[in-house]
């Protein structure tokens, strides 16, 4: 590393290629408590304590992100991430299913189009195209999440209306996005 690039870095920052970063511990921290949650939501799936441990979950994402943009984004973080949230939103949403809460489809048409978007950039990305995440992935990620939490609020479980009409609006979302994503890399594979 040169010194202008050293001068760049702020201090405790990390390069794109770095493993053991805060952030990339927040994550791996949401990836091995999801299975406590969706334990939570088999066994209690209308209690404050489960909403408030999927608030928190669900909300380290946020923080993991800060940490990450302020300390420097890499290259593991960028696929752990997504992973984590997939398997945190799926998980739940499955156990909801389980439970009675969702209907099946809205939970299957998300999760065929997690894994046909995870694949497909994964495909295109070995042929060396990167399609990065746009703004309103992260808003449908949001909207997952708050359709879980609404499912799990205690003021709204008896209403499966509430969470059910947000859950709709993120498999819309959820199909937009995975078809932004498919448009991204033809544009991309065009351009090479």
């Known amino acids: 590393m040169t010194t202008s690039s050293m001068g760049q870095r702020r201090a405790g920052s990390f390069g794109p290629s770095a493993l053991a970063t805060p952030a990339n511990a927040l994550t791996a921290a949401r990836l091995l408590l999801a299975p406590v949650v969706i334990v939570l939501i088999v066994?209690?799936?209308?209690?404050?304590?489960?909403?408030?441990?999927?608030?928190?979950?669900?909300?380290?994402?946020?923080?993991?992100?800060?940490?990450?943009?302020?300390?420097?984004?890499?290259?593991?973080?960028?696929?752990?991430d997504p992973l984590a949230d997939k398997v945190l939103v799926l998980g739940a949403l499955v156990a909801l299913v389980a439970d009675g809460v969702f209907w099946w489809v809205p939970v299957a048409l998300v999760g065929f189009r997690e894994l046909f978007i995870s694949a497909y950039r994964s495909y295109v990305g070995r042929r060396g195209i990167s399609v990065p995440a746009r703004k309103w992935a992260k808003v449908k990620t949001v909207t997952q999440e708050v359709a879980v939490g609404f499912a799990l609020l205690p003021l709204t479980a008896d209403d499966h209306w509430v969470a059910t009409t947000v859950l709709w609006i993120a498999v819309a979302l959820t199909l937009v996005t995975g078809a932004q994503y498919l448009l991204d890399g033809r544009t991309s594979q065009r351009a090479m």
């Open 43 to 80: 066994e209690r799936p209308s209690s404050w304590s489960t909403l408030a441990v999927w608030i928190a979950l669900a909300g380290s994402d946020a923080l993991d992100g800060w940490v990450a943009r302020r300390q420097g984004s890499t290259s593991s973080g960028a696929f752990l």
